[in-house]
Nanobody, 123 residues
Framework: QVQLVESGGGLVQAGDSLRLSCEAS????????MAWFRQVPGKEREIVAA????????QYEVSVNGRFFISRDNGKNTVYLQMNSLKPEDTAVYYC????????????????WGQGTQVSVSS
């Protein structure tokens, strides 16, 4: 019944921007911390950005800090990832995740996951 539906991925050129969306249903959205992860072949899944249940606290992976911005709209049960100045090395499958426990979430152990959406950046 719980579902995280992602959208906004695609193929773009270096320097372009994308906005990923993840709409949640079947859970009390405002009770959950949310995060975006990404994974490329041959590499471990890594956390990209995280936001607490209230939207006050955020955290970013070093390589995206200053370029990516996470936000949420609890009225729409949606979390966003604004991706600016995209680089080829940002190419990955991006996953939306939710967990009521911050530590578990950033460790990659989440209650719920989205299906993943492909982001491809060409040079």
């Amino acid at each position: 019944q719980v579902q995280l539906v992602e959208s906004g991925g695609g193929l773009v050129q270096a320097g372009d921007s994308l906005r990923l969306s993840c709409e949640a249903s079947g859970l009390s959205f405002s009770d959950y911390n949310m995060a975006w992860f990404r994974q490329v072949p041959g590499k471990e899944r890594e956390i990209v950005a995280a936001i607490d249940w209230s939207g006050v606290h955020t955290q970013y992976e070093v390589s995206v800090n200053g370029r990516f911005f996470i936000s949420r709209d609890n009225g729409k049960n949606t979390v966003y990832l604004q991706m600016n100045s995209l680089k080829p090395e940002d190419t990955a499958v991006y996953y939306c995740a939710a967990d009521s426990n911050w530590g578990q979430m950033v460790a990659g152990v989440n209650d719920y996951w989205g299906q993943g959406t492909q982001v491809s950046v060409s040079s």
